[in-house]
């Protein structure tokens, strides 16, 4: 017979379960930070040198002893994806003109104080917007003619302080050319990435479905719609790998490479949707007790067993087309399927089946090839 434990013996336990909780919690955190500042560490690295190179040109360039606009501009420059530079380097530069053109006329006439700022504000951001100004240029144009009022009350340095902010914005943008802030290989990892949590949730949901668990099914409809962010990240990895070969002229010839890692972006997204239909009728199928024949977990298992070689071939630097055998294998089998009374488990076949077409994609193949190896069901 058990002993029923004290009071004070359930705290204690209470207590070293929340500490063990808290500990596992703070480990975590760390590990995410960690990884944080890992992913982050080339574009930190490449900011503080480009600020650097700014403060060192524009002090050579003008003799200035505090060209403290050249690295601000630089780093401005750089905070937006490759494509966008050029126009963020435009902005800022016209920014930083209105605002210290308008700054420098009000500290003349009108000396600085509380009204001048609420009025220097308003009148240099009002200009701006109608010279056409996006957030950016207006912003700049505002901030700008506050550090002239305020700060650098001094009409003779306006000149200079505009040249260091060029200075600074074509800084950023030679450097940007050669050396991206976003290698041109992060597409190729991003996808790899999509597909890993793609296999895992075809596993996930075999599982889930075999033991007809609602908990689990759950957590893999979570599972599927948490791609998103992901394939957000591939889209702009894209852009940026895209604006970095047409623009730069030391990686022009990785063109065709960095094409084909673009195109894997619009089958994974549809890989992706399907993936979260299925998800939804998987959570439907549990909650109902419909049974699901186990061709259809098999089928499932196949195409994340796919899934995990294509994102291995991606890891290693190569185009996913060795998995190309399974997938076609995987799609015949789907065609020979047993058709069910349930609803929920035609729908899951059905996206099996789409899905399959959408990692054959990836492959290399086009639409219709693809379509044309996932023959009619029987």
Request: hydrophobic share 50%; proline share 5%.
């Amino acid at each position: 017979m058990a002993v029923p434990s004290s009071p004070l013996h359930q705290m204690k336990l209470r207590a070293f379960d929340l500490s063990e909780r808290t500990g596992r919690l703070g480990r975590r955190s760390a590990q995410q930070r960690l990884g944080r500042l890992r992913n982050r560490a080339f574009m930190i690295g490449q900011t503080a040198v480009t600020a650097g190179l700014a403060w060192m040109l524009a002090s050579a360039i003008f003799s200035h002893q505090q060209p403290f606009f050249a690295p601000i501009a630089a780093i401005i420059c750089l905070g937006g994806t490759f494509g966008n530079r050029l126009r963020r380097g435009f902005e800022i530069a016209i920014g930083v003109a209105v605002g210290i053109a308008i700054g420098d006329l009000f500290v003349q006439v009108f000396g600085a104080g509380t009204w001048q700022v609420v009025l220097v504000v308003a009148v240099s951001m009002s200009l701006a917007t109608l010279l056409g100004a996006g957030q950016l240029m207006t912003t700049q144009a505002g901030v700008q003619s506050i550090i002239v009022t305020v700060l650098l009350p001094d009409p003779s340095q306006g000149l200079d302080r505009w040249g260091d902010a060029v200075v600074g914005c074509l800084v950023a943008l030679v450097v940007a050319t050669v050396a991206p802030s976003s290698p041109l290989r992060k597409p190729a990892v991003l996808a790899a990435q999509i597909l890993r949590d793609l296999s895992a949730t075809l596993d996930a949901a075999v599982s889930a479905l075999d033991r007809r668990d609602e908990e689990a099914a759950d957590q893999v409809l979570d599972r599927a719609r948490a791609t998103e962010t992901k394939l957000q990240e591939l889209a702009e990895a894209n852009r940026e790998g895209l604006a970095v070969v047409r623009h730069s002229p030391f990686r022009r010839g990785q063109l065709p490479e960095v094409q084909a890692y673009a195109d894997l972006l619009e089958p994974l997204d549809r890989a992706s949707r399907n993936l979260r239909v299925l998800a939804r009728r998987a959570v439907t199928s549990v909650w109902r007790e419909e049974k699901v024949p186990a061709t259809y977990l098999e089928l499932l298992a196949a195409m994340a067993i796919s899934a995990r070689a294509m994102a291995a071939e991606l890891e290693q630097g190569r185009l996913p087309v060795a998995a190309r055998e399974g997938l076609v294998a995987a799609g015949v089998r789907s065609s020979h399927q047993p058709l069910p009374h349930s609803l929920s488990a035609v729908a899951i076949l059905a996206q099996s089946r789409s899905m399959v077409v959408d990692l054959l994609e990836l492959t290399g193949l086009d639409p219709e090839e693809a379509r044309d190896l996932v023959p009619d069901v029987d």
